[in-house]
């Protein structure tokens, strides 16, 4: 089942708590039928977090774990980490705050102004100058674009 597609760029404040307002505009395209939980998972290769629905991050680790042979110390110790960098968190009825785990913060680098940046089947959450530290280029999208333009 597919509970959401997230589009959109969404500015907030994460308080000294590490609790931040989920946005209402990307709340608003979660499916009626699916559940309002999801999970916080630090991203392998960008120092921000990814946020899945609950049912798309139970896809992604079942993806995931069909690759690995658990009697490979490697393939272990891979998944305990990628196990290790995740949190399950709901948004609170009364304001639809979420609370970021310490660690989970610390590792992504987040601080009082983050996005929330919808990307499909996902959303990441940045540290709002990271973000635009780390916007590609309009040369390089273009190439990239026209690159993938003629594969097929």
């Known amino acids: ?34 559940e309002m939980k999801f999970v916080l998972h630090k991203d392998i290769y960008q120092n921000c977090l990814e946020m899945y629905t609950f049912e798309e991050w139970q896809q992604q680790a079942e993806s995931i774990k069909s690759k690995l042979n658990f009697f ?20 609170d009825p009364k304001l639809g705050r979420i609370s970021i785990p310490g660690n989970l913060k610390e590792m992504s680098g987040l601080t009082k102004d983050v996005i929330f940046a ?29 690159e993938l333009s003629q594969q097929r």
């Open 1 to 34: 089942m597919n509970c959401s597609t997230f589009i959109g760029d969404f500015a907030a404040k994460l308080d000294d708590k590490g609790r931040v307002v989920f946005p209402a505009g990307l709340k608003a395209l979660v499916a009626p039928e699916c």
């Open 72 to 91: 490979n110390p490697n393939h272990a110790n891979f998944w305990r980490k990628y196990m290790q960098d995740s949190a399950i968190v709901v948004p």
């Open 118 to 146: 919808g990307k499909g089947f996902k959303i990441e959450i940045w540290d709002a100058a990271a973000y635009r530290e780390k916007e590609m280029s309009n040369t390089d999208y273009q190439a990239l674009a026209q």
